[in-house]
C-alpha cells in the first residue's frame, strides 16, 4: 500500500471513530449529562407536584393539621404509618408524600432514617387498597430520586421485581380503577427510570463512592433488562395506553434510559426497542422525539453493528425530518445521532446521505442555537473523511462557503468542526475538489490556524496547504506553466512566512510538514542576485578579531 494510501487510511479512522479522541468523548458525554440532569430535575419537579385525579378527596381525616405539612410533624406521620387503621396509613402517606414533594430538595434521608420505606414497599403491593398503593408509589419514585446511597437503599428492598408483578397485573378491580391504575403505572416507571438515570450525573463524579456506586448505573439496567420481558413490558404498555399521554412519556424516556450507560448493554438486549423507536420517531409530542432521538445517540455509538440496526428499524428518514423541527430540543439530538451514525462506515454513510440528510443542511449551519451548529459542523466532518463522491454531494450542497464563513466563528469549539470540516475535504479530496475549494479562498480561511496552540489541529492545516500546493504544482503542468499560482498567492498572504515559524515547533510532525513544504515549494537557491549587489570579502584577514571569531568555523 502507498504512503498516501497508509496516510489516508489513518486520517479516516481519525475522524470516522469518535471513540478515538478521549477527550472529545468526555466533552460530549457531559453535554449529555448536563442535558439528562437539568431535565431529570425539571421533569421531577413536576412530577412530585402531581395532583390527585380529581374526585380523591384531599381533607386530613385523622390528624386534624392543614393540608401542607412540614417536617416538625414527620414523627406523627411515621406513627400513622405503622397503624393498623387503613385511613390512618393512607392520610399518613399523602402527608408524607406531600413533604417529599414540596421541596426542590426533599428530605429525603430524614424519611430513611425513620425506616419506614418498608412499609411503602408492602403498601404498594396491596392491590385492596389502590389509594394506599398510589401514594407508596408516589413516595417511592420520589425516594429514588435522591444520590446514589438512597437510591441504592430503595433498590435493595427488591422493589423492581415488585413494580414488574404490578404493571404486569391482570387484577381486575385495580384495572377498573382507571385514574388510579394509569398514575400507579406513571410513576412505577418514573422509578425505575430514576435507578438508571441518577448516575448519568457523571462516572468520574462518584470515583470516591466506587465501592457502592461506582458501576450502580449499569447494574440496575442490566438487572432490568434481565427482567422476564421487561423491554415487552414496556412497549405492551405504549401500545396500550397510546392515548395516555403521560404513560407514553414515561415509558419512551425509560426505554432511553435502558439502551445507555457504560458498558453499553449489546444489541442483543435491547434491539427490540428499536422498532418502537421508529414507530415514536412520528410522534407529535416534543419530549417523546427527544427522548427517542437522545436513545438512539447512545445506539448508534456504540459500533458499526447498532448502526446497521437503526438503519434497518427505518429510523433514518424520521430522524431527518426531525433536523427540521420547530423545536430545538428535537432538532439537536436528532443531529447528534445522525452525527453519530456518519461515523459508520461508507456504505452506512452513503445511505444516510441517499436518503436527503443534506437537503436544506444550510439552514441547519446558520441555526440560532449554537450546539447545533457544532453538531452540524461535526457530521458534515465525519462525511467529508468519506469517499469522493461523499465529499461531492457537501459540496454539491452548496455548503462549502458556510463551512469556510463557518472558520471564523467567535466560538472556539464551532469553528474547530468546521475547520476538521474543510480541512478533511482537502485532504481526502480529489484535485478537482482541492481547487474548488481554492477558488472558494480556502488559502486564506486556514491560515488562523495554522497560529494556534493545538498541535493536531497546526499539522492538519499544513497537511491541507500541502495537499494544495500539490494540486498547484500538477495544475501548472497540465497547463504548461512554470508559475504555481497556489504558492505565489500563500506567498503574497504571508502564509510561507507563518510556515517558517513552524519549523521552530517542537512536535516533530508538524516540523517535518512544515519543512517538506519550503523545500519543495519555496527553494530560493536559485534566487538572482542583482549585479551591483557588493562584493563580499571572504579574506579572513581583513576581518576584526570580534568577525573573525564569529566567522571561524
Not at 420505606?117 to 408516589?138: H, M, R
Not at 437503526?310 to 433514518?316: A, K, L, S
Not at 465529499?391 to 464551532?414: R, W, Y
Amino acid at each position: 500500500m502507498s504512503e498516501f494510501k497508509n496516510k489516508l487510511n489513518r486520517r479516516q479512522k481519525l475522524f470516522k471513530q469518535k471513540v478515538t479522541s478521549t477527550l472529545s468523548r468526555n466533552k460530549r458525554q457531559e453535554l449529555v449529562v448536563n442535558i439528562s440532569k437539568n431535565k431529570r430535575d425539571e421533569i421531577l419537579m413536576k412530577r412530585r407536584n402531581l395532583s390527585f385525579p380529581e374526585g380523591k378527596s384531599t381533607k386530613n381525616i385523622s390528624f386534624g393539621l392543614d393540608e401542607n405539612p412540614t417536617l416538625d410533624n414527620l414523627d406523627v406521620f411515621v406513627n400513622g404509618i405503622k397503624s393498623p387503621d387503613a385511613n390512618v396509613q393512607e392520610d399518613s402517606a399523602r402527608m408524607i408524600r406531600k413533604i417529599i414533594s414540596s421541596e426542590e430538595e426533599p428530605p429525603i434521608t430524614e424519611i430513611i432514617k425513620t425506616l419506614i420505606v418498608p412499609y411503602f414497599v408492602e403498601f404498594i403491593q396491596d392491590f385492596k387498597n389502590p389509594t394506599l398503593q398510589l401514594e407508596s408509589a408516589w413516595i417511592l419514585s420520589n425516594l429514588c430520586s435522591g444520590n446514589s446511597l438512597e437510591t441504592r437503599y430503595v433498590v435493595e428492598l427488591d422493589v423492581i421485581p415488585i413494580f414488574f408483578d404490578l404493571l404486569q397485573s391482570d387484577n381486575v378491580d385495580l384495572l377498573s380503577q382507571k385514574q388510579a391504575v394509569g398514575y400507579v403505572t406513571f410513576f412505577s416507571w418514573e422509578k425505575m427510570t430514576i435507578i438508571m438515570q441518577f448516575k448519568l450525573k457523571e462516572d468520574r463524579l462518584v470515583t470516591t463512592d466506587s465501592k457502592i456506586g461506582g458501576c450502580d448505573c449499569a447494574q440496575f439496567r442490566d438487572e432490568i433488562l434481565t427482567h422476564t420481558n421487561s423491554i415487552d413490558t414496556i412497549i405492551d404498555l405504549i401500545r396500550k395506553y397510546e392515548n395516555n399521554l403521560d404513560l407514553v412519556k414515561i415509558s419512551s424516556w425509560t426505554l432511553s434510559i435502558l439502551v445507555r450507560g457504560k458498558p453499553a448493554p449489546s444489541l442483543k438486549k435491547i434491539s427490540k426497542t428499536l422498532p418502537i423507536f421508529s414507530a415514536l420517531l412520528s410522534h407529535t409530542n416534543e419530549q417523546i422525539l427527544s427522548d427517542v432521538s437522545w436513545g438512539l445517540a447512545f445506539v448508534a455509538k456504540v459500533n458499526q453493528e447498532n448502526i446497521n440496526a437503526i438503519i434497518n428499524n427505518d429510523c433514518v428518514p424520521k430522524l431527518i425530518k426531525l433536523l427540521h423541527h420547530e423545536s430545538r430540543e428535537v432538532q439537536l439530538p436528532a443531529i447528534r445521532t445522525i452525527g453519530d451514525m456518519i461515523t459508520g462506515d461508507e456504505k452506512s454513510t452513503q445511505y444516510i446521505l441517499d436518503c436527503g440528510l443534506l437537503k436544506n443542511f444550510d439552514l441547519l449551519l446558520d441555526h440560532k442555537t449554537l450546539k447545533i451548529i457544532k453538531f452540524s459542523c461535526w457530521a458534515l466532518s465525519n462525511i467529508c473523511a468519506g469517499n469522493y463522491e461523499q465529499i461531492e454531494s457537501v459540496i454539491e450542497h452548496n455548503l462549502i462557503p458556510a463551512l469556510l464563513k463557518l472558520m471564523e466563528h467567535d466560538l472556539i469549539p464551532i469553528k474547530k468542526e468546521a475547520f476538521w470540516a474543510v480541512s478533511n475535504a482537502i485532504y481526502l479530496g480529489s484535485d478537482k475538489q482541492v481547487m474548488y475549494l481554492y477558488e472558494k479562498g480556502v488559502i486564506v480561511k486556514l491560515l488562523p490556524f495554522l497560529k494556534v496552540k493545538h498541535n493536531k489541529i497546526v499539522a492538519s492545516c499544513l497537511e491541507s496547504y500541502l495537499k494544495i500546493l500539490e494540486v498547484g504544482n500538477q495544475k501548472a503542468i497540465d497547463e504548461g506553466t512554470e508559475e504555481n499560482f497556489y504558492a505565489l498567492e500563500m506567498e503574497e498572504n504571508g502564509i510561507r512566512k507563518q510556515i517558517e515559524d513552524c519549523t521552530e515547533n517542537p512536535n516533530k510532525k508538524i516540523f517535518k510538514i512544515s519543512n517538506t513544504i519550503l523545500e519543495r515549494f519555496f527553494d530560493d537557491d536559485d534566487v538572482d542576485f542583482d549585479d551591483n549587489f557588493e562584493e563580499i570579502d571572504y579574506n579572513l584577514t581583513n576581518l576584526t578579531q570580534e568577525e573573525k571569531e564569529i566567522y571561524n568555523f
